[in-house]
Nanobody, 125 residues
């Protein structure tokens, strides 16, 4: 079974920082891109940040200059450093791996999208 596992969410005050981690499927898989989405109650899921296999990042306009996405290549992991958190940032943050190809326990995957279950970020004073 191939999966993504997130961690690092929590409660912070406005202006605080958190670092989210997503453990990927392992280095034997090829992945076109990885990223972080967020989903708040009553709102659509939105892309926060993404990074290509070559390390090129992209950010939502609302988080530019505050969030930094990075890759860990040993197990195709991805991280999101969140600084200067604001009242509009609380949400369930979900890790995504796009275009996943490889094999786990005899099961083959090609061009699959993988999602984590989410890690909750709360910003409150």
């Amino acid at each position: 079974q191939v999966q993504l596992v997130e961690s690092g969410g929590g409660l912070v005050q406005p202006g605080g920082s958190l670092r989210l981690s997503c453990a990927g499927p392992g280095s034997s898989y090829s992945i076109n891109a990885m990223g972080w989405y967020r989903r708040a109650p009553g709102k659509k899921r939105e892309l926060v940040a993404a990074i290509t296999s070559g390390g090129t990042p992209n950010y939502a306009e609302s988080v530019k200059g505050r969030f930094t996405i990075s890759r860990g290549y040993a197990k195709n992991s991805v991280y999101l450093q969140m600084n200067s958190l604001k009242s509009e940032d609380p949400a369930d943050y979900l890790c995504n791996a796009h275009g996943v190809s490889g094999e786990t326990d005899g099961d083959y995957y090609y061009g699959m999208d993988l999602w984590g279950e989410g890690t909750l970020v709360t910003v409150s004073s």
